[in-house]
């Protein structure tokens, strides 16, 4: 098979033309209104803020640091600014059922205005009503009140007085009440006396008396009646004084507000309130009852006056309180109280009628918020409850407010897993989101794409208040923008990235005294970011350099290759040479992977050790059966084994075993195989190649060295410039590989050799030394079984290929 030419310098990095760039500076390059690369999210967001149909909200799903919140709230903000602003809404006292205090809808800003006109009134009625029942008039009207009512209450005693003194009876006054005597001559009868009088005069005058207690009695029964019927007339007149003060303020307010019927009807309510309570303004020596005067007070919940357009807010604690709303408590006396004033709207009341953003992760870890941004989106309607009284935790008194219809958009912001774990698992997500927003993760990098990159570096230029760059830093930033994409022909999308790295850069600027950013300033932030979190890569590293880690970089041994993978710390990547020995012997066809018997194997890499035994089986096999037990294992590891990025080596590493013949240890290899033997991509290819060279640089061999990774992963690489120096003074090699024999040949110098018609392999090829090797294997394994077969009764003694 003819081997493939090494790698260029030019095939492992992908330079910016700088004459793609036509201009000087950033502060040259205008503003990027919308970002580039992000159509289908621009069409989604687009769809779904016009779209009025129910359950038409948003999920904003992509990588974290993709800038989702960011343009997201952009492009919402640029929409709702050409549409209508939503009304206000603000609670009142309900004079029927206090603990349901009502809502009124008023346009926006008149909230404020009918807040301060109540305000206005509330203050005109502590002064206003006291006033009118201290003036002339009133006091006048009440004192003739009185005096009828004294007059008639005593007019009924003087009657039985005057029949009294015409009969001769006297009508005393004691302290215990009234009491009637016998009189001669205009003077009261000594007891004495009465005793010499006749019975007849006795009883006349005694029967009298009974008449007059009787007339007595039910004078005296008649002073309550007179009284209420005082208090009535008093109330009455009280009420007749208040309307009359009220007359012009609330008549005013009627008259100023009869374009909305629910505030006159609360003003009526109001009107007859006051009348009502109208003695409780007569207490001079205590003042009226604040308590009294807050009841006509107006909370104004959801206050518009300022918004402009449609409103657009983020909540960045969705719990259930600040989504929904809250009535708060004060305390008195050490008990708490509450009342409609105190009830608190949610970021659901303040976007209503505009856009919501809240982060889905966030609003899913808040005890029942999820449950309640749901339950508002189904009903449109906010009800202010208590999560306790919600879900019958408590059983006191307390307020139910009436809820407050709303129509607001949605827009959650997470990771594509939660996404998905919530369509699949929550059955109601997908009625409420049905607008999918999937931020790419990267953009294609093409001619036409240099100069929006640029503009977008510009933009974010400004917003981190950077210096500016030149033409050379923006040219290795967008540079670097692939190398973070993982792809020549990509750029990242994820714009905290960026914009964290021109912030060191600008930081590096300054400590230089420079007036721009440049290409070193840019370098040297990537070099610092890099070396902050390298601490467990050089670790790894001088363990390997040390000899604590056994890696070969020289020479060739049989059943041994250098395997590559990534580890991943944080936000450090960095490649990892490992170790792969392989043992084989006579068998029945099995292959150990040492790493899932040890339970260390993920799924993937056990699937990949399955697929190398089937390509086995299949090349050099035939038609019989496979006669070997082989081992496969990574040396030295200690943790999780997970891809298939090593097939390949591990197939060239069991091949040598079986075979016998050794690989260069010089070589590292990375790839994925299937059952055909056809190279695949795999990811992290540039940190395995840099992770190898720096342990080859680090051990002093840099000459014969070099890697193999498949030829589809080319495209992916942007190297760095020491690998690319060294690549360029051909001291380290890289090969892409499209089939195993490649692999085989480029490891032994060995030509691998193609099967004739017959599965027969050229003498002195490789796979002839692995099928010869089989074949051997297959007849040992034969002659032990026909010798079990002898019933010598040795069938359960060690074989010699087992010991």
């Known amino acids: 098979m003819r081997q493939p030419a090494p790698l260029t310098e030019e095939q492992v990095y992908r330079r910016c033309p700088l004459g793609q760039l036509d201009f000087h500076t950033t502060d040259s390059l205008e503003d990027l209104e919308l970002p580039c690369g992000q159509a289908r999210v621009l069409r989604a967001l687009e769809f779904g803020a016009n779209m009025r149909a129910k359950g038409f909200n948003l999920f904003a799903l992509g ?74 008039e009133y006091q006048s009207r009440l004192q003739e009140l009185r005096e009828e009512m004294s007059k008639r209450q005593h007019q009924g005693l003087f009657d ?121 303004f007569q207490d001079t020596e205590n003042g009226v009852p604040s308590g009294l005067l807050g009841r006509y007070q107006v909370n104004l919940l959801v206050d518009n006056g300022d918004t402009v357009g449609a409103p657009v807010k983020y909540e960045d604690l969705p719990n259930h309180q600040h989504l929904v709303g809250q009535i708060e408590h004060r305390t008195r006396n050490g008990t708490l109280y509450t009342d409609f004033t105190h009830i608190r709207g949610g970021s659901v009341h303040q976007a ?55 129509s607001v958009k949605v827009v959650l912001l997470g990771d594509r897993m939660l996404y998905y774990l919530l369509s699949h698992y929550d059955p109601d997500f997908l009625d409420l989101f049905k607008v999918e927003v999937d931020f790419e993760d990267d953009l294609d990098r093409d001619g036409d794409c240099y100069g929006l990159y640029a503009r977008m570096i510009g933009t974010m ?31 990242t999308a994820h714009d905290r990235v960026l914009g964290d790295l021109l912030s060191e850069a600008d930081h590096w600027a ?24 390298s601490r467990i890569r050089e670790r790894s590293r001088e363990h390997i350099t040390r000899g604590i880690v056994m890696i070969a970089t020289g020479g060739e041994v049989v059943a041994q290759v250098n395997g590559l993978s990534v580890l991943s710390v944080g936000t ?78 591990e197939t060239c590493v069991l091949l040598s075993a079986i075979g016998g013949i050794p690989l260069k240890q010089g070589f590292a290899v990375t790839g994925s195989m299937n059952q055909l033997g056809e190279i695949q991509a795999v990811g992290g290819v540039n940190e395995k190649i840099e992770g190898f060279f720096d342990v080859c640089v680090a051990a002093g061999e840099l000459g014969a060295q070099g890697v193999l990774l498949p030829a589809s992963n080319v495209e992916h690489l942007m190297l760095n410039e020491e690998v690319r120096e060294a690549m360029k003074a051909s001291t380290f090699t890289i090969y892409p590989i499209t089939d195993i024999n490649q692999a085989i040949e480029l490891l032994t110098g060995i030509e691998a050799g193609e099967s004739d018609a017959v599965g027969c392999y050229p003498e002195g090829s490789f796979n002839r030394a692995v099928a010869d090797r089989l074949a051997e294997f297959s007849r040992v394994s034969k002659q032990l079984d026909a010798a079990d077969s002898d019933g010598d009764g040795n069938g359960d003694k060690p074989r010699d290929s087992d010991q």
């Open 352 to 406: 209503s009628g505009g856009y919501l953003i809240i982060d889905a992760r966030r609003v899913l870890s808040q005890p029942m918020a999820w449950e309640s941004l749901k339950r508002i989106l189904f009903s449109g309607e906010i009800r202010i409850e208590s999560l306790e009284r919600l879900y019958g935790l408590v059983s006191t008194v307390s307020l139910q407010p009436e809820p407050i219809p709303v």
């Open 461 to 491: 230029v400004r917003r981190v208040e950077s210096r500016p760059l030149d033409q050379a830093a923006v040219a290795r930033l967008i540079e670097h923008a692939s190398r973070l994409a993982s792809a020549q022909r990509k750029l």
């Open 160 to 280: 039985i007085q005057e029949e009294a003194n015409r009969n001769n009876i006297a009508m005393i006054t004691t302290p215990a009440g009234f009491t009637f005597a016998p009189m001669r001559d205009g003077e009261v009868i000594d007891p004495d006396e009465y005793t010499t009088l006749s019975d007849e005069e006795k009883q006349l005058i005694e029967s009298k008396v009974e008449e007059l207690q009787k007339k007595l009695q039910q004078a005296i029964q008649q002073i309550p009646v007179l009284r209420k019927e005082v208090r009535e007339r008093i109330h009455a007149l009280n009420e007749e004084m208040v309307q009359l003060t009220l007359g012009g303020p609330i008549g005013g307010l009627r008259d100023k507000w009869s374009h909305l019927q629910g505030v006159v009807d609360y003003l009526d309510a109001v009107c007859e309130d006051v009348i009502e309570h109208a003695e409780m």
């Open 63 to 136: 990588p974290s640091g993709a800038g989702k919140h960011e343009l997201v709230e952009r492009y919402l903000s640029t929409q709702a600014a050409q549409q209508p602003v939503p009304p206000d809404w603000c609670y009142v006292f309900n004079f029927q059922v206090s603990e349901r205090p009502r809502v009124i809808r008023l346009p926006a800003g008149e909230g404020r205005e009918f807040r301060r006109d109540m305000n206005d009134l509330a203050a005109g009625l502590r002064t206003a009503i006291p006033a009118t029942f201290e003036s002339e």
């Open 510 to 533: 300054g400590q230089a005294g420079s007036d721009t950013v440049q290409v070193g300033h840019i370098q040297q932030a990537i070099d610092e970011r890099e070396y902050r979190a």
């Open 572 to 649: 450090m990547m960095f490649g990892q040479p490992s170790r792969i020995t392989a043992t084989a012997r006579p068998g029945k066809g099995q292959v150990v992977d040492i790493e899932r018997e040890a339970k260390l194997g993920g799924p993937i890499h056990s699937k990949a050790v399955m697929i190398l035994s089937r390509f086995l089986a299949s090349r050099y096999a035939g038609n019989d059966a496979l006669s070997l037990s082989a081992s496969l294992a990574f040396e030295q590891s200690y943790g999780g084994v997970e891809g298939d990025s090593a097939s390949v080596a």
